[in-house]
């Protein structure tokens, strides 16, 4: 399985920033995804990053509120614009390399606190 | 989208007890995953099951796919405190690679 890290781990941000996070895989993937795990929910999937096209959102979720980037195979970022506090929250990214089955190995998240 | 309730929804337990956790929904999935997720940290992986009655085990861990592949459940033996965690189930579907999780189950195991 992959070796995948977030950045920031953590943050606690004001009201109406922007914060961007990182994904970073230790080899190339198929698949990223961004998700959302709400205070003592499940997880939502946010949208799946494209490598070198827009992202594909899911329903609620939107580009100018999250903006996704994957430039290559390995690395993704997530911006969470004109926070509020609504937005806190711990966001995942999560991969695939395909094949027959849809498993998902996960990073250890950011946890996002907003003021 | 596929619903998959995840029942029950807290456990507590004590240590060398049995216990089950199902995951069940009305839709077909053409694989299902088991994960298991520790305060602050990401899910991690515990199995992929992808045959209509197929039965894996993880040390104290059984995991059974439903014949029908609408269902699965997750049988820990002799729990210990380090089972502690929240238990996800996430279904693939054939229609693309996004997963569909349950709510969770939430198990606390003390000693």
């Known amino acids: 399985s992959a070796v995948i890290s977030q950045k920031p781990s953590r943050d606690i941000c004001q009201r109406g920033t922007s914060l961007t996070i990182q994904c970073q895989v230790d080899s190339q993937v198929t698949m990223m995804f961004w998700y959302r795990q709400q205070p003592g929910q499940s997880l939502t999937l946010i949208a799946t990053?494209?490598?070198?096209?827009?992202?594909?959102?899911e329903s609620g979720f939107v580009i100018d509120k999250f903006p996704i980037s994957r430039p290559n195979l390995t690395f993704s970022t997530l911006t969470v614009s004109n926070m509020s506090p609504e937005d806190s929250s711990i966001y995942l990214c999560?991969?695939?390399?395909?094949?027959?089955?849809?498993?998902?190995?996960f990073g250890p998240g950011t946890r996002l606190t907003v003021l | 989208t596929q619903l998959l309730e995840q029942s029950p929804q807290f456990l507590s337990i004590q240590e060398g007890e049995n216990l089950t956790v199902y995951c069940n929904s009305s839709?077909?999935?053409?694989?299902l995953q088991w994960y298991r997720q520790e305060p602050g940290e990401g899910p991690v992986l515990l199995v992929t099951v992808v045959t209509g009655g197929e039965v894996k085990k993880l040390k104290r861990l059984t995991f059974q796919f439903g014949d029908a592949r609408k269902d699965s459940s997750l049988h820990i033996t002799a729990a210990q405190p380090g089972d502690t965690g929240l238990y996800l189930c996430a279904g693939g579907s054939n229609s693309g690679y996004a997963l569909n999780f349950g709510k969770g189950t939430s198990l606390l195991v003390t000693p």
């Open positions: 839709s077909v999935f053409s694989s």
């Open positions: 999560s991969v695939t390399y395909g094949g027959l089955t849809d498993t998902q190995y």
């Open positions: 990053a494209n490598q070198g096209s827009e992202a594909t959102y």
